[in-house]
């Protein structure tokens, strides 16, 4: 490869790392017009398009790239390409190859653990998800799916322990600590709901379903006045968040209802109340 191919190259992987597919795709064309079999090229290009949700167009500079490299990253991007285009059934194909890969490429067990957990193959998801866990015992987003798999089938003991495991590897793992949370709340341990919800609002302070369950904690716990002030701060997130907060507080024993919209629109308002 030309010396201004390869650093061609190396501004596309820039690119793709820094959020920029459009300037990625327009990079590998260049090298793609010249030489349309360039591997590291045409990985690259069909990433790029990906990320651009371009994903049926993505699958045959992929497929040509893992053809030359037999990469299992890019055969897992490939996977990816195919579930969003709708053809599932190859992706799994895909996906069932790349785990049985060495070394290991954590990503595959991921994604091949999501697909099977999309279609509701919880069993054959969960022994992906702990086969990947034990070969990449360092990687937190293996037992973070694992966690909201077992929350799915309303396991909580199994669904605290995976959200751990994450906690151990990330300790402020955002949504570790929202999953967290969601299943001490899920069994009525408010407090320590509570605690988790504001570990994972210091992580990303914008993330308003967390704001909003700290609030129903809160109601339960008994500090209405705490609860009221963080759920006129979500309603502040749009008319969806208004909608969600609104019911969170009519709906808790210890919340407030109205016979008029009006008064909970007032209510939300005022910052007095």
Not at 19 to 33: F, G, H, Y
Not at 210 to 219: F, K, N
Request: proline share 5%; aromatic share 8%.
């Amino acid at each position: 490869m030309l010396p201004a191919d390869e650093e061609t190259l190396r501004r596309a992987m820039s690119a793709i790392q820094s959020q920029r597919p459009d300037e990625a795709v327009r990079l590998t064309n260049d090298i793609l017009r010249k030489n349309p079999s360039q591997p590291n090229a045409l990985h690259l290009y069909g990433y790029a398009l990906l990320m651009q949700n371009r994903a049926d167009e993505a699958i045959v500079p992929l497929e040509k790239a893992f053809r030359s490299l037999r990469d299992p990253a890019i055969e897992t991007q490939l996977a990816i390409a195919l579930r969003k285009a709708g053809r599932t059934d190859d992706a799994i194909g895909r996906l069932g190859r790349a785990i049985k890969r060495k070394p290991p490429f954590p990503a595959a067990f991921h994604e091949y653990g999501y697909v099977l957990y999309s279609l509701d193959r919880t069993d054959e998801a969960i022994d992906v998800l702990k086969s990947g866990m034990e070969l990449s015992p360092w990687m937190p987003d293996l037992p973070l799916l694992l966690g909201w798999v077992f929350h799915a089938r309303n396991d909580g003991a199994s669904a605290k322990t995976a959200f751990g495991r994450t906690l151990g590897i990330a300790p402020n793992h955002g949504d570790a600590l929202y999953g967290m949370g969601l299943v001490h709340m899920d069994s009525g341990e408010f407090a320590a709901a509570s605690e988790f919800f504001r570990r994972a609002l210091l992580t990303n302070p914008s993330d308003q379903q967390s704001r909003l369950y700290l609030g129903a904690c809160m109601l339960e716990l008994g500090q209405t006045g705490a609860a009221a002030a963080c759920l006129r701060q979500v309603t502040r997130g749009g008319a969806s968040f208004y909608g969600r907060a609104l019911k969170v507080l009519s709906s808790s024993s210890r919340g407030r209802f109205w016979l008029r919209p009006s008064g909970a629109a007032k209510f939300f308002r005022d910052e007095q109340n």
